[in-house]
């Protein structure tokens, strides 16, 4: 009866649910207090599961990214258009910073970004990587340069020229100058820049000859000024992996998951045109 079901409940819960006046059932103090908190908890339980459904495929959600400046010129595009067009429903917030600008904001449980996009590996704790693609690194000179018009080039050869040298701190800078100790080269570097596309730029004005990735030389030989610069391969074909990094305390969303295979394809797609534009 009900009446019994009441009075299990009271000795379960150590209070007095109801009470009876003039016949009538009333609920007590008490039991309107853990009313309320039963409706929050309903509440909060049926937005655990609309979250729950939204991080399911192809419903929705919001995808928080940071890469850096070169990756967000060719790369970070193709992806999101890739990823767009198979999952609905999805928005994304997407900033370009340095990579040490953004890796603090991957290491907490209420990060700024769920994922970034990076050249090499990071190997501070705290942080998990996972190879997404492989970019080659591509001389680029002035075409007015009487170079040897082979499609591939020893560094060697230009270590008289001026040379736009990326940062030695970032990953690229790091390649490059090792890439100039193995042939015992010397470059005459005129200007050290963080940004590739900005050596491009400056390489396109006829300042120097610069190593940059594939994916930022895409891009230069896209613009109106393509025509002012030459792309030669350069011996033993270098590159440099391309990695998306998350903090190891939080884990990946499904949504954040299936963007990461959407940026290995967009990796794929752009060795897979190499071909078009180099020699």
Not at 170 to 198: I, M, W, Y
Not at 210 to 236: E, K, M, P, S
């Amino acid at each position: 009866s009900v009446t019994t079901t009441i009075q299990h409940a009271d000795k379960k819960l150590g209070i007095q649910l109801f009470r009876r006046v003039s016949g009538r059932l009333l609920p007590t103090q008490e039991a309107m207090t853990l009313f309320e908190e039963a409706d929050r908890a309903h509440v909060a339980l049926s937005a655990f599961n609309a979250l729950a459904a939204r991080l399911k495929v192809g419903v929705g959600g919001h995808v928080r990214v940071a890469c850096v400046p070169s990756i967000s010129l060719e790369l970070l595009p193709d992806a999101i258009a890739y990823y767009l067009q198979r999952y609905k429903g999805f928005k994304f917030s997407v900033s370009t910073l340095n990579t040490e600008e953004f890796l603090h904001q991957l290491n907490q449980q209420t990060g700024a970004y769920h994922v970034g996009f990076s050249f090499g590996n990071v190997t501070e704790p705290g942080f998990a990587c996972q190879t997404v693609g492989n970019a080659d690194l591509l001389l680029i000179h002035p075409s007015s340069w009487n170079v040897s018009s082979d499609p591939y080039v020893g560094l060697e050869a230009l270590q008289d020229k001026p040379y736009i040298a990326p940062v030695d701190s970032t990953p690229v800078g790091q390649v490059c100058s090792n890439l100039f100790a193995d042939v015992e080269a010397a470059p005459k570097v005129v200007a050290r820049v963080h940004t590739h596309h900005l050596a491009g730029r400056l390489v396109q004005r006829g300042l120097g000859f610069a190593i940059l990735d594939a994916v930022t030389v895409r891009a230069l030989l896209h613009d109106q000024a393509a025509d002012a610069i030459t792309v030669r391969r350069i011996n033993g074909d270098p590159g440099i992996s391309v990695t998306a990094i998350h903090g190891s305390r939080r884990g990946l969303s499904n949504p954040v998951r299936l963007f990461i295979e959407c940026f290995e394809q967009s990796c794929a797609a752009l060795n897979e045109s190499l071909g078009e534009f180099l020699p």
